[in-house]
């Protein structure tokens, strides 16, 4: 089972490597001529990615997010999932320049380790698996907003110059590039709070509330706050167009940087 | 038989020139007919747009130079055209014109969408009139599909290149689809309601119009479907609608820095598209400083368009490259086609002589018995087949190899298969 796993994975990365591909040569050669191929090894890797999934799930029964390996492999694995839906609905091509390097990365992450770390720790309960795969989905979201928000910034310097250069031509218009960046958003709250409330659900039955001054506990409330925040301000106050595009990236550097942070286990699950 | 173009364009004449070839839609397939009676011609078509003149036929190599040269001269015609205004092209060269003219990279206006249009009316017209046959049938089918990959595989035709589309495709860029958009109109000219027309077009369902005299608002607004508002609600207006097009004849700005804030405010950021093709301007061109205000005068617009021009040269040379690529997927697929019914009445020639020089010894070959018949009918069998063998294979090879040297037509001519 385990090695049906990892040989599935595997193949996996192989096929994502030509979206890698894709995204150097357009990117180098300023031409999308590999897009085709590398689109439909994208969604031949998500099929064998999920199915990987599925027999690690079955292995341990649970999410398999108990290593950082796993995580990466799910954080990929939703990052594709996500791509794929929005490809589907919008077609914009330049978006996968940002979305292909990075699925191919976080799969190889998930790839070289193999599953050795997993009996090493206890086993996460399934309420927790879940806060993790619903953060890893909602992370997943948010880079896509933050990839809308960097897109959005370059083509609305392009408008404002009334000189159109090659990113003119080739980025998404900026109403279809804050739809995006909007929705994600509002999905990647979304998904974030679920997954917030199952872990202090969890954590308050088990351990009251000295896990609250944990610091990585603080980050990850802080990435609620941020998002939370990010999806006030446009609803409410109307923040969008270039300062909302900067205030996103901005939200989705922080999420970032708690994600590197936080990925392990919080250190109070050790006590 | 051999496709071979003759031809005058915007480059190799001037319209001085040109008109006195150019003919009407109909006379061009009648003309076209006509060609093909020439014994030396067998299909013809004739393409006859603002911009070139060509004709293009398959037949002997060099009659259809000879023939419109002759038309040239008739008396008839006047004084007779510089033959230097002319361009000749044959075989591969007359192909790949074939697909440039197909796929807009000879227009004046590379990737104009309208030539690929009238090469199929022409083609059509042609095709009704009897003038086709197999061979520039399929040359010009696989012209239209050269076309569409070009169009597909490129960004040749996608970007405006005149002033009121710019506008369009600005909106486009900056709202995504025009679906349900709305558009206002200040004051009147000929370009701002030209690009309210395109803008309608596009999908931008509601348009108001606006002047300081309320009567030739309602005036403009009855002749172009739009509601005219009188021009104290100007205001309001500017925090309802999308997009803007100004064009009133007043001195200074209608639209000022401060007034725009407020608008944008009221508007809660909802993105706004100005354009302003007034002179003296309309609209403080400092609002385009302002987040979410895009301002754009005729000069800019003007510069976007040579922007999208500078940007269909590039995809152009992209385009050439396809067009290099199916030129080499046809030629080689005429030379195997030619090649074997060449092969197959070279062998048909041979087995005919070797059937006549039996016959005609006949008479000394009649003490033969059945046995030693059969060995001489194995014997000249043999002779034949090993003296075919190389100039088949060798025909077959230049068949599939493009720099090859000899061609089917070559081998013909050298068995006299024609």
Same mark, same amino acid.
């Given at each position: 089972?385990?090695?049906?796993?990892?040989?599935?994975?595997?193949?996996?990365?192989?096929?994502?490597?030509?979206?890698?591909?894709?995204?150097?040569?357009?990117?180098?050669?300023?031409?999308?001529?590999?897009?085709?191929?590398?689109?439909?090894?994208?969604?031949?890797?998500?099929?064998?990615?999920?199915?990987?999934?599925?027999?690690?799930?079955?292995?341990?029964?649970?999410?398999?997010?108990?290593?950082?390996?796993?995580?990466?492999?799910?954080?990929?694995?939703?990052?594709?999932?996500?791509?794929?839906?929005?490809?589907?609905?919008?077609?914009?091509?330049?978006?996968?320049?940002?979305?292909?390097?990075?699925?191919?990365?976080?799969?190889?992450?998930?790839?070289?380790?193999?599953?050795?770390?997993?009996?090493?720790?206890?086993?996460?309960?399934?309420?927790?698996?879940?806060?993790?795969?619903?953060?890893?989905?909602?992370?997943?979201?948010?880079?896509?907003?933050?990839?809308?928000?960097?897109?959005?910034?370059?083509?609305?310097?392009?408008?404002?110059?009334?000189?159109?250069?090659?990113?003119?031509?080739?980025?998404?218009?900026?109403?279809?590039?804050?739809?995006?960046?909007?929705?994600?958003?509002?999905?990647?709250?979304?998904?974030?709070?679920?997954?917030?409330?199952?872990?202090?659900?969890?954590?308050?039955?088990?351990?009251?509330?000295?896990?609250?001054?944990?610091?990585?506990?603080?980050?990850?409330?802080?990435?609620?706050?941020?998002?939370?925040?990010?999806?006030?301000?446009?609803?409410?106050?109307?923040?969008?167009?270039?300062?909302?595009?900067?205030?996103?990236?901005?939200?989705?550097?922080?999420?970032?940087?708690?994600?590197?942070?936080?990925?392990?286990?919080?250190?109070?699950?050790?006590? | 038989?051999?496709?071979?173009?003759?031809?005058?364009?915007?480059?190799?004449?001037?319209?001085?020139?040109?008109?006195?070839?150019?003919?009407?839609?109909?006379?061009?397939?009648?003309?076209?007919?006509?060609?093909?009676?020439?014994?030396?011609?067998?299909?013809?078509?004739?393409?006859?747009?603002?911009?070139?003149?060509?004709?293009?036929?398959?037949?002997?190599?060099?009659?259809?130079?000879?023939?419109?040269?002759?038309?040239?001269?008739?008396?008839?015609?006047?004084?007779?055209?510089?033959?230097?205004?002319?361009?000749?092209?044959?075989?591969?060269?007359?192909?790949?014109?074939?697909?440039?003219?197909?796929?807009?990279?000879?227009?004046?206006?590379?990737?104009?969408?309208?030539?690929?249009?009238?090469?199929?009316?022409?083609?059509?017209?042609?095709?009704?009139?009897?003038?086709?046959?197999?061979?520039?049938?399929?040359?010009?089918?696989?012209?239209?599909?050269?076309?569409?990959?070009?169009?597909?595989?490129?960004?040749?035709?996608?970007?405006?290149?005149?002033?009121?589309?710019?506008?369009?495709?600005?909106?486009?860029?900056?709202? @995504?689809?025009?679906?349900?958009?709305?558009?206002?109109?200040?004051?009147?000219?000929?370009?701002?309601?030209?690009?309210?027309?395109?803008?309608?077009?596009? @999908?931008?369902?509601?348009?108001?119009?606006?002047?300081?005299?309320?009567?030739?608002?309602?005036?403009?607004?009855?002749?172009? @479907?739009?509601?005219?508002?009188?021009?104290?609600?100007?205001?309001?207006?500017?925090?309802?609608?999308?997009?803007?097009?100004?064009?009133?004849?007043?001195?200074?700005?209608?639209?000022?820095?401060?007034?725009?804030?407020?608008?944008?405010?009221?508007?809660?950021?909802?993105?706004?598209?100005?354009?302003?093709?007034?002179?003296?301007?309309?609209?403080?061109?400092?609002?385009?400083?302002?987040?979410?205000?895009?301002?754009?005068?005729?000069?800019?617009?003007?510069?976007?368009?040579?922007?999208?021009?500078?940007?269909?040269?590039?995809?152009?040379?992209?385009?050439?490259?396809?067009?290099?690529?199916?030129?080499?997927?046809?030629?080689?697929?005429?030379?195997?086609?030619?090649?074997?019914?060449?092969?197959?009445?070279?062998?048909?020639?041979?087995?005919?002589?070797?059937?006549?020089?039996?016959?005609?010894?006949?008479?000394?070959?009649?003490?033969?018995?059945?046995?030693?018949?059969?060995?001489?009918?194995?014997?000249?069998?043999?002779?034949?087949?090993?003296?075919?063998?190389?100039?088949?294979?060798?025909?077959?090879?230049?068949?599939?190899?493009?720099?090859?040297?000899?061609?089917?037509?070559?081998?013909?001519?050298?068995?006299?298969?024609?």
């Amino acid at each position: 089972m385990e090695g049906h796993s990892t040989l599935l994975l595997r193949i996996a990365l192989g096929l994502y490597s030509f979206g890698l591909l894709d995204s150097l040569y357009s990117v180098v050669k300023q031409r999308r001529q590999l897009f085709r191929p590398a689109l439909y090894a994208f969604v031949l890797g998500a099929i064998l990615h999920a199915l990987a999934l599925a027999a690690s799930s079955i292995e341990q029964g649970r999410f398999p997010v108990q290593t950082l390996q796993q995580m990466s492999s799910m954080a990929s694995f939703f990052m594709t999932a996500v791509f794929l839906t929005v490809y589907a609905r919008f077609k914009y091509e330049s978006l996968a320049v940002f979305v292909f390097p990075l699925v191919f990365l976080l799969a190889l992450a998930g790839a070289l380790g193999g599953e050795s770390g997993a009996a090493s720790r206890p086993m996460l309960q399934w309420w927790i698996s879940l806060h993790v795969a619903l953060f890893l989905l909602g992370y997943a979201a948010l880079f896509l907003t933050c990839v809308a928000s960097i897109m959005y910034v370059i083509q609305e310097r392009e408008l404002k110059s009334k000189r159109p250069r090659a990113f003119y031509y080739r980025l998404p218009p900026l109403g279809k590039l804050d739809e995006i960046g909007y929705q994600a958003l509002a999905a990647a709250f979304v998904l974030v709070t679920l997954g917030l409330i199952a872990a202090s659900v969890w954590a308050f039955a088990k351990w009251g509330s000295n896990w609250l001054v944990d610091p990585t506990i603080a980050l990850a409330f802080l990435t609620w706050g941020i998002s939370f925040a990010m999806v006030f301000g446009r609803l409410v106050i109307g923040w969008r167009g270039r300062k909302g595009a900067y205030f996103s990236i901005a939200g989705c550097a922080c999420a970032a940087l708690t994600w590197v942070v936080n990925s392990g286990a919080h250190t109070f699950m050790g006590q | 038989m051999s496709i071979q173009l003759i031809g005058m364009n915007h480059r190799s004449a001037p319209v001085e020139v040109r008109e006195r070839l150019a003919v009407s839609e109909q006379d061009a397939a009648e003309l076209a007919r006509e060609l093909t009676l020439a014994p030396t011609l067998d299909e013809a078509l004739v393409l006859s747009t603002c911009n070139r003149v060509e004709f293009l036929a398959s037949g002997v190599r060099g009659a259809l130079r000879e023939q419109i040269l002759r038309r040239l001269r008739a008396p008839t015609n006047g004084a007779g055209i510089d033959e230097g205004a002319l361009y000749t092209y044959t075989g591969g060269d007359a192909v790949r014109h074939v697909f440039r003219v197909a796929a807009s990279l000879d227009s004046m206006v590379v990737g104009e969408p309208q030539i690929l249009g009238q090469v199929k009316d022409a083609y059509q017209r042609a095709r009704d009139a009897g003038a086709l046959g197999g061979q520039l049938d399929r040359l010009l089918s696989h012209a239209f599909r050269v076309a569409r990959r070009v169009r597909n595989e490129t960004g040749i035709g996608k970007m405006a290149v005149s002033v009121s589309y710019v506008a369009v495709e600005l909106a486009r860029k900056i709202f @995504g689809d025009l679906e349900g958009l709305s558009v206002l109109l200040i004051g009147a000219g000929e370009m701002a309601e030209a690009a309210a027309q395109h803008l309608h077009g596009a @999908g931008a369902s509601h348009l108001y119009v606006t002047n300081r005299t309320m009567a030739s608002a309602e005036r403009l607004a009855a002749s172009c @479907g739009g509601r005219a508002v009188p021009f104290d609600r100007l205001l309001e207006l500017l925090q309802r609608v999308d997009i803007v097009l100004s064009s009133t004849g007043a001195p200074g700005h209608i639209l000022s820095r401060g007034t725009a804030q407020g608008v944008i405010a009221a508007r809660r950021n909802k993105p706004i598209f100005l354009v302003d093709i007034a002179v003296p301007r309309d609209i403080d061109p400092e609002i385009n400083d302002l987040d979410n205000m895009f301002v754009y005068d005729v000069d800019d617009l003007q510069q976007v368009a040579a922007a999208n021009m500078r940007h269909r040269q590039g995809e152009a040379e992209i385009a050439e490259r396809i067009v290099d690529d199916e030129v080499e997927k046809i030629l080689s697929r005429i030379r195997s086609r030619n090649a074997k019914p060449a092969i197959v009445s070279l062998n048909k020639r041979l087995e005919a002589i070797r059937k006549g020089e039996l016959e005609r010894f006949q008479s000394k070959l009649s003490g033969l018995s059945g046995e030693q018949r059969e060995a001489v009918e194995a014997l000249t069998r043999g002779i034949i087949n090993k003296v075919a063998h190389h100039p088949i294979r060798e025909a077959k090879r230049s068949a599939s190899d493009p720099r090859s040297r000899i061609t089917v037509d070559d081998f013909r001519r050298m068995f006299g298969l024609d």
